[in-house]
């Protein structure tokens, strides 16, 4: 196939028209977001009807998280910032960017499809993006996924192909994604909503050309910044044994995600990149919250480290400090994105991370967990960030509401703590009904 055929190719694929469809009605919708940062069912019902790569759901009630092509293009719009988060009437909505949206609607169908491609690859968090299952190991499924199709024979319908099939059950969403971007045709059958068993597969010429790219030029260890900064330790180590495998930091400051592709897609002039993030001086107002009407407001600097926090909230919640503990910035206990006490043995750790370097935004939220036994769990959330160049800013406690827990129950309490033990359940259970009850409320 001609590069003029490549480039015909994807300025007639179905996912920038339904990108468009899914911009314009967010903009329309001026909705606001359940409290688990998801968009509310019936507009996602809505708009799944409009789009090309429909998902055939017939309940309008049917969470966000249920239709990949929408789940992927609300993550692109955040983190590509087109949209952002803002609090009107005591509620959060998603309101667009309207420099951002401009300049995004003037760059061509091509640009369109690799600023589309550049966000996935870059900006988005792997681990949510990937779906319910889904977790930053997703990284080396991709990978080696786009290995296998860049040395397959495009066009071709591979049966029952034993490699693809393993993979394609651990990709979860991204079976879909790379069907949307044109790479691959996939037969395969839904179980639960997230698990996929393939049965047929036929890599196109498109798909097998752009993995040639991404494997070599692009590898995600390196240009996905949620995994060059949590690195996978693994398949770190296996892409450092390639000698040619660019890190952006080791190419000029101008060499761009696209730049690898200009020369296959000619009409490839421009991008819309992101602003390059500074470290932010000022005041960081977290709320750290233990159960629903517990908890504390805690002012600190850019300056001051997750360890300083870690014991700030240790005072607020009268706490004895004689644990480890870790902040998981994904807000999952015992992911990867985590930085940990520097009482422990493995990297990064917590005294190393000042917030100032975090990139937070307001509304971001993260877990801090406290005693590996116990299991404390706190969800932290950036209120409101002030800027303010000065160094002497206290790290303090500015407001509360509850009785703090008890971090100890005593041996005739021991019913009470098992009672506990079961109200707690799993973490993940836990806020899936949270978000069934936040998605009902929005529906009636």
């Not at 509620?91 to 091509?110: C, F, G, M, W």
């Not at 307001?362 to 406290?370: C, I, V």
Request: glycine share 4%; net charge negative; charged share 30%.
């Amino acid at each position: 196939m001609s590069k003029e055929n490549f480039s015909e190719t994807i300025q007639k694929m179905p996912i920038l028209k339904d990108f468009h469809t899914f911009v314009k009605g967010l903009e329309e919708a001026g909705t606001h977001i359940t409290n688990t940062g998801k968009l509310p069912p019936k507009l996602c019902f809505a708009l799944n009807e409009k789009m090309f790569h429909k998902k055939n759901v017939t309940d309008p009630r049917t969470h966000h998280h249920r239709y990949p092509l929408l789940y992927l293009f609300f993550h692109v719009a955040i983190d590509a910032q087109l949209f952002t988060y803002q609090e009107k009437a005591g509620k959060t909505v998603v309101a667009p960017i309207k420099e951002r949206l401009s300049q995004y609607h003037k760059l061509n169908d091509l640009e369109k499809y690799f600023f589309l491609l550049q966000t996935m690859w870059m900006e988005n968090d792997w681990s949510i993006i990937a779906g319910k299952e889904g977790n930053r190991s997703n990284a080396v499924e991709v990978h080696e996924a786009l290995e296998i199709i860049s040395n397959l024979e495009a066009g071709q319908e591979y049966d029952n192909y034993k490699p693809m099939r393993y993979l394609q059950n651990d990709l979860f969403f991204f079976n879909e994604y790379f069907i949307f971007f044109g790479w691959w045709e996939t037969t395969f059958s839904q179980g639960d909503g997230n698990t996929y068993i393939a049965r047929k597969f036929m890599p196109t010429k498109l798909g097998v050309n752009i993995s040639k790219k991404l494997i070599v030029n692009r590898p995600v260890a390196y240009w996905n910044k949620i995994n060059a900064t949590f690195p996978i330790f693994s398949f770190v180590t296996e892409e450092e044994a390639r000698k040619n495998d660019p890190k952006p930091e080791d190419l000029p400051d101008d060499n761009l995600f696209i730049d690898t592709f200009k020369k296959e897609f000619p009409q490839l002039k421009q991008s819309l990149e992101l602003p390059k993030v500074k470290p932010r001086d000022g005041k960081f107002i977290f709320k750290v919250s233990v159960e629903t009407k517990v908890w504390r407001k805690i002012q600190t600097s850019g300056l001051h480290t997750l360890d300083e926090l870690h014991l700030a909230i240790q005072d607020a919640f009268n706490f004895d400090n004689e644990h480890l503990y870790a902040f998981f910035m994904d807000g999952k206990r015992w992911s990867e994105q985590a930085f940990n006490s520097p009482y422990g043995e493995e990297p990064p750790f917590a005294d190393e991370a000042k917030i100032k370097d975090l990139n937070l935004k307001e509304r971001s939220r993260f877990l801090y967990l406290f005693d590996y036994g116990d299991e404390w769990l706190f969800y932290v959330t950036l209120e409101k960030f002030i800027e303010d160049p000065s160094e002497d800013i206290a790290i303090e406690l500015i407001d509360s509401q509850g009785e703090s827990p008890k971090q100890y129950g005593g041996w005739e309490e021991e019913e009470v703590a098992e009672e506990s033990e079961e109200e707690d359940g799993d973490g993940e259970e836990q806020e899936q009904m949270q978000d069934q009850a936040v998605d009902d409320d929005e529906w009636n």
